[in-house]
DNA sequence: GTCTATATAGCGATAGAC
DNA sequence: GTCTATCGCTATATAGAC
């Protein structure tokens, strides 16, 4: 397979291997979740033989719990929370949630939500580590930026956090609650426009001083 | 096991034991998924033989879908979307949530929307079949009391099903969705109330006329 | 129509060769 | 450190007796 020179008595091809298994382990486990996803199917996947796969992990709980803890770090946000000098408020608010709404609807975080709420149910650990890698970093942001946007009055917010936890949720609303559903397709982009921009409206006029 | 007149040649007993089935099926299925159930523990659960299950289900996806469109008709709100005459807007509302979050909160629900969501993704008319028989109707309860309420001028809504989308949205809210995670356990009833009342004062700010 | 016993297949995990 | 071949187990679905 690899014709370069061998690169000492260490481990060298452990990291590729090991990453390759990862993507497939992540590829499988999202599109047909934890049951259906067999260790041979991985390790064909990878390129490797099934063996390889038990050495760099012990077994299938913990090939699962790596694959997912990949993803989350995947999931990690470029959204941007900070307030621009002289900036709308209304834009900024806008940017925020067009960013998020992206974001939640994309194929991999739809799969990822699925399988955290199915095969979390039972070990409870996997959706603590991936709110605490995801969900929470996103709202402590933006609990800070509407903390900023008090301090400015441009808003009137008692409770930043709890506010923020609104804001998302009015973001992601029914269009996400029906994607996870499998009931409904994505928002097409001028619709998801027409949605952020209406909930945006909505949580401005709510906390108008 | 029985020693009551025979009760002719049709199937008397069928409905009895096809019952039986289907708790025991809903109940494993809702707890331990689709995969971890086994047709010899329904069996076992129902205290009827596996073959007995195989004759009134063709197979175990057959048996799955008929538990959950069971358990979905379980689901059916007794929530009442009517204005009584005199009565406060902020209490209607407020009854409204409360019963609203208290039906999402129970443990049957959660696993419900847990097992549709891992499960659905792969057999998406199932999500479609739960989303008509519940939330469907929920919405459109809900649509007809907003677009009554703004007719008498108590709030100004533009758009009833949209604003009602928002406002189970708004009382779901982040506690639902740590709920469905398993990051964190249901609200306490206090917790709950005071929920309710905020998210209540904020979609009524945000539809003051 | 219902139960006991079984065929068949697929998967997780391992033993031994290079 | 990696691959081929295999063990042991479980679960779905069925065949035959009462």
Do not use: W
């Not at 999202?30 to 996947?45: E, K, Q």
């Not at 941007?80 to 709404?101: K, M, S």
């Not at 199915?118 to 969900?135: I, K, M, R």
């Amino acid at each position: 397979m690899s014709n370069d020179a061998p690169t000492g008595p260490g481990r060298p091809k452990d990291l590729a291997k090991r990453e390759a298994i990862l993507e497939a382990a992540k590829a499988l486990f999202l599109s047909l979740g934890y049951a259906n996803t067999s260790m041979d199917a991985v390790a064909a996947a990878a390129g490797v033989s099934k063996l390889t796969v038990y050495s760099h992990f012990t077994d299938k709980q913990t090939l699962f719990g790596s694959a997912v803890m990949a993803t989350c770090q995947n999931q990690l946000p470029d959204l941007l929370f900070e307030y621009p000098e002289g900036a709308a408020l209304e834009e900024v608010l806008l940017t925020i949630a067009r960013g998020f709404q992206a974001l939640i609807s994309s194929d991999e975080a739809v799969k990822l939500t699925r399988l955290i709420m199915a095969q979390g149910s039972q070990d409870p650990s996997l959706g603590q580590y991936f709110y605490e890698a995801g969900p929470k970093r996103v709202l402590a942001g933006m609990e800070a930026l509407l903390r900023g946007i008090d301090q400015r009055g441009l808003l009137r917010i008692a409770n930043p956090l709890r506010a923020a936890e609104h804001f998302f949720c009015l973001v992601k609303g029914a269009p996400d609650y029906r994607l996870l559903l499998g009931c409904a397709a994505p928002l097409a982009s001028a619709e998801a426009e027409l949605h952020v921009r209406e909930v945006v409206a909505l949580f401005i006029r709510a906390f108008k001083p």
